[in-house]
DNA sequence: GTCTATAACGGGATAGAC
DNA sequence: GTCTATCCCGTTATAGAC
């Protein structure tokens, strides 16, 4: 049995959000990579812009998913955060999410920016419970801001995407990642 | 005495592509920013691309007058490159260059990502040959890989910019740096 | 629930007058 | 050099048949 046209427009969405964005991606598109017609996405959803508020939601439940798996390594936690940042795939392909933040019309669209700006909260905030775990346990050094700290691995691995995005190279990202990985290490062993 | 209509043009433009991006920005809208017409446009520009190659052209020299003001601060080389991370301004509207990298038409035209894959290169690069500086002179570890750490640097202002424009908010970059800035001080005083 | 036809609008470019 | 009129096309949505 195949899956129903309402979740393969979610699908077809999902996919396109993260390669285009939300205004490069029109309702044909989507129609035309989730084999369905005009007439089944008006059914299921009242537009484009409802459709992409699920497809967007379910986004975030990947990229929740993702980061959750990353963090749960073996280790301790400077291992498990360092983890989270050079076990990123796809670096070409960018963040679901962070790209959206470059998209004048989910700025402009609460329902849309709100799941991106929850989620990227959200990871920065599971991050830094890692790393409070870490400073709890002498990891870190007592004092250490875990929001700051977190902040910046998330920033190093978006802003990661955006120097491999404009090389058209993976390596730049690694470079980003390698960087922060090495003040980390270094830290922890403070 | 005004300016001429040519450079008002490459003006406006280079306006609308750092708040908007190429795909988002239409002639309409140049010409209305620019007090324009449409004659205008097409008879110093073969069209809205050849206009936004002048405009990336212009952005790409902007951004390098900025990051060398920042990086010429007095002071040793991690303070040069702490100053280059806190003095970033506008955090909200993000970078000319890197928000292009999201954008599908400009990674398709290698006109227009050619300038903002030299640009952020350049950053890259600069920031790395100062921080070389500081190995020579013993204020970084021998052994310190300039390119990561200068890649990390650039990534953590980029993707900075990427949580404060989802969470609207300026503090959300300022938390990255900051820690960029606290790990920094903490390799120099190794 | 899904299809096709159609409409209303805007983007991007061209033509030719002035 | 700049203007206005016009053209072609794609986007988004609606209407109504099946």
């Known amino acids: 049995m195949g899956v129903d046209t309402r979740t393969r427009l979610v699908e077809a969405t999902h996919e396109l959000l993260w390669e285009r964005g939300y205004a490069a991606t029109s309702p044909k598109d989507i129609l035309q990579r989730a084999g369905a ?10 537009g484009k812009q409802d459709l992409a508020t699920a497809a967007l939601e379910q986004s975030a439940a990947v990229m ?11 280790g301790s936690s400077s291992e498990r955060v360092i983890a989270y940042l050079e076990r990123q795939r796809d670096s070409l392909r960018g963040c679901r999410m962070g790209r959206m933040t ?3 019309d989910v700025l402009a669209t609460p329902e849309l920016l709100h799941p991106v700006a929850e989620t990227l909260q959200w990871v920065v905030a599971t991050i830094a419970r890692v790393i409070s775990r870490g400073v709890e346990e002498h990891e870190f050094p007592t004092g250490t801001d875990a929001h700051q700290l977190a902040s910046m691995v998330v920033a190093t691995v ?9 090389q058209q190279d993976p390596a730049a990202f690694d470079a980003a990642v390698a960087g922060a990985a090495e003040l980390l290490r270094n830290w ?3």
Chains 1, 2 share one sequence.
């Open 37 to 46: 017609g005009q007439g089944s996405m008006y059914h299921h959803f009242a």
């Open 64 to 74: 929740r998913a993702d980061v959750d798996v990353l963090l749960a390594s073996e």
């Open 102 to 104: 470059y998209d004048a």
């Open 158 to 166: 978006q802003g990661g995407y955006v120097l491999a995005r404009a």
């Open 188 to 190: 922890s062993a403070r």
